[in-house]
């Protein structure tokens, strides 16, 4: 047995080279982006990471219940790790996120990829671009055509107006414009609604069939979350009467037994777990097999950082929709860059011509850059099988992850 002999928790802020206006945020302007680490060390030496978003210190009384639940336990023992993790959510914390940074040491220990120790192999992924914010017509024809000049393929793009028309618009424009070169699909982030700095729009099952309807008609591949994420019924309707692809599933947080629930009833015809929030790689690779049972579509969302970009390269890796559908690539410039997505990484996840060949590296395929974790993170828990420490300093002067406009 390889045991759980120390647990560290870090709180990392990577400052943005330009302001980021995200689509699913109304007047949010984000100038850096933060998320939780957490390094896992095995009473052998072997290290395993696993990352998640944070907002600020919602997490700063983590470590104390990780710790309680997770040191000294077999670090292989997946099953047994989410069983653990799976408690302090009946609380309302909920920690799959965790996970992964178990699947990243068992990986090292086997010498395998985790895609490998989950039956795939690494491949060559075809990517699309995420682009993360709305962009007008004109600007948005440029950004798809330097996208076309670098090798991508397909793109996602956002709506996110109060106006209906000008949503329609945005999605036909482009299409339009690069008929033949470029597929399109778009993201409307309706799944949750941050109306925190003002009024936003709130679609109903009406205006979310007049845009699959549009969208169908502009020839887009898919419309991504057109409804609020826990209108199950009304999603199993869309999906039904709409004659282009419904997806979405990023962000559901019961993970396994709530994405059961809506392959069964049908709500989405592409489903895009991202194994961050919805359960971790085990459950999110469930998710997987019964969409492929159900006859219906699988690509994992990746948009939080570089760290959960890996954790779902490698679920789509042996998902066995590795060679038919494309994946997710969250690139934004001048705000959304490789470099800051990545920045804690030795190796940043660098596309060749809108694919990405996966790492036959052991684990989850990444280094920290432990140079870049000293300079951006914070570490404010520790606790090994000896020793519990708490820095509650670390969080004082914390700066939260993004600052709103207002
Ligand atoms: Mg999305």
Redesign the pocket.
Known sequence: MSAVDSIELYFVNIPLPAPFSPAWFTNGKRSSTAFYLVRIRTGDGVEGFSAFSAAGRERAGSGDSLASLLLGKDATDIDHVLEMLHIPGYGGIRNFWVEPAFWDIKGKLAGKPVCELLGGKPCKLNLYVSAGEVKAPAERIEEALRNLEAGFRVMKLRVHDMDEAVDIRQVQEPARALEGRMKFAV?C?QAFWLTGNGPGPKWDLARAKRFADACHEAGLLWV??PLFMERYADMAALAAYSRIPISGG?LHTQGLPELAHMIDKRCYHIF?PDAMWTGGIQQTMEVARLARKAGLKFTP?TWSNGIGFAVNMQIMAASGFQHEMVFEYPYNPPGWTLEARDALLQQPWRHERGTLQVPDKPGLGFDIDEKALAHYGKCFFRASRKTVSWMPEALRDLTPAAPLAR
């Open positions: 993201d982030n991504e979350e990023e895009q969302h």
